[in-house]
């Protein structure tokens, strides 16, 4: 069965620092991943994904993840933090193995703060 | 939050009561899919569809029911079954391509629903 596990419940950075969000997922196969946002009281807002290609993989607001398949990661990244990208984000994983539009299976979160 | 509308923002349901969120896109996607959102346990999938007339169960259907009657509405009922229903509900949809997994699901603002 697919899974996706973030290690870490809340992650602090100072502004201007560069960030990482953890992300290590479990599936048969070669993963389909994805990375959302999410701000108090609304949906989720897709990032950036990785279907197949280039490892490092460029997305909205100034975020970059990098696929490593030996690792089992996919870690978001962003060189510079501001203040506003203090949210709550999501790491996604889809097995490619399963037909059809099966929904994606998403890790329980892990919570920015950017501080001042 | 694009296309897809979900109503009402706040819902109270009283003891004994069915209630039902509503799930609405324009974006001409097949797939549509329920979450539930609870502090710290991320995203649990209720019931997903890939097309009208048809749906499958997810991870936690107990309590919940939903029907697919037009390709464009994905309505949720929460029954008197579900035991504890208070959550943060996410509705989402995608389109069905040859890429064969590597489809992005796009997420409603959600509903909040409270037990009085």
């Known amino acids: 069965a697919q899974s996706v596990a973030q290690p870490e419940d809340q992650v602090n950075v100072a502004e201007g620092n560069p960030l990482t969000v953890k992300c290590t997922y479990s599936v048969s196969g070669n993963p389909y991943l994805f990375w959302y946002v999410q701000y108090p009281n609304r949906g989720l807002q897709f990032l950036l994904k990785y279907i197949t290609g280039d490892n490092l993989v460029k997305g909205s607001y100034g975020f970059e993840a990098e696929f490593n398949k030996s690792q089992t990661s996919f870690h978001l990244k962003k060189p510079s933090a501001l203040v506003s990208d203090s949210a709550l984000y999501f790491c996604?994983?889809?097995?490619?193995?399963?037909?059809?539009?099966?929904?994606?299976?998403f890790g329980k979160g892990t919570r920015l703060s950017v501080i001042a | 939050d694009g296309g897809i509308t979900q109503s009402p923002k706040y819902l109270f349901r009283k003891e004994g009561q069915n209630v039902t969120l509503s799930c609405e896109q324009n974006?001409?996607?097949?797939?549509m899919y329920w979450y539930r959102q609870d502090p710290g346990q991320g995203l649990r999938l209720i019931y997903y569809?890939?097309?009208?007339?048809?749906?499958q169960k997810g991870d936690i259907a107990e309590g919940y029911s939903v029907s697919r009657e037009k390709k464009e509405s994905f309505p949720l009922t929460v029954t008197s079954a579900q035991k504890n229903p208070t959550a943060f509900y996410l509705c989402a949809s995608s389109i069905v391509s040859g890429l064969a997994g590597g489809e992005t699901q796009y997420f409603g603002p959600g509903t909040r629903l409270l037990v009085l």
């Open positions: 996604a994983v889809r097995d490619p193995w399963n037909s059809g539009n099966t929904p994606l299976v």
């Open positions: 974006l001409n996607h097949d797939a």
């Open positions: 569809s890939q097309i009208v007339n048809d749906f």
